[in-house]
């Protein structure tokens, strides 16, 4: 089964700090996502990369950047963190085998910014 | 607007009971849907997909696709303790890996 790790699992930031969250897969998957989760918004897509050294701007990247230097690992970093960026932040991965692009989910990262 | 809209926000299911779960999308660009369950302090994981009209079963879930009206629905049979959990219906424009869009989920407890 897929396997994606993601460190460090929670984590607490000082606002207008810079918070980095790290991605690692294991399973030769070419496609990464980061999401985040908060309360009443179920799962919004930050970025995505189809490949490395190459990452794209999904439905919410104000505030985000991201970085994929090689196939396995994908970084989210916040340059200058702020309170409405308290939440989980999952990573996932997938690939076309079977056609169906399923996507494989980390174990979350949980955010607070004080 | 949210572009996936999930009902019923809640659901309690007797133990060996049915659970129907609903979803509909307001884009009609969204073609490709996917059921996804989180338990609690989890990710979330795919449960199924479903890309043609019709019904796909697999093992005690089935999943029903009407084009035309861009709804989903999840009818999880005999449902046991373990199917305790948050459910979220994701769609995209396209069966390649440009990211998914979520509905806010239906949480199902499962009562003994």
Known sequence: ?114 | QQKVQQSPESLSVPEGGMASLNCTSSDRNFQYFWWYRQHSGEGPKALMSIFSDGDKKEGRFTAHLNKASLHVSLHIRDSQPSDSALYFCAASEGNYAQGLTFGLGTRVSVFP
């Open chain 1, 1 to 114: 089964e897929a396997a994606v790790t993601q460190s460090p699992r929670s984590k607490v930031a000082v606002t207008g700090g810079k918070v980095t969250l790290s991605c690692h897969q294991t399973n030769n998957h070419d496609y990464m996502y980061w999401y985040r989760q908060d309360t009443g918004h179920g799962l919004r897509l930050i970025h995505y990369s189809y490949v490395a050294d190459s990452t794209e701007k999904g439905d919410i990247p104000d505030g985000y950047k991201a970085s994929r230097p090689s196939q396995e690992n994908f970084s989210l970093i916040l340059e200058l963190a702020s309170l409405s960026q308290t939440a989980v932040y999952f990573c996932a991965s997938s690939d076309a085998t079977g056609g169906s692009y399923e996507q494989y989910f980390g174990p979350g990262t949980r955010l607070t910014v004080l």
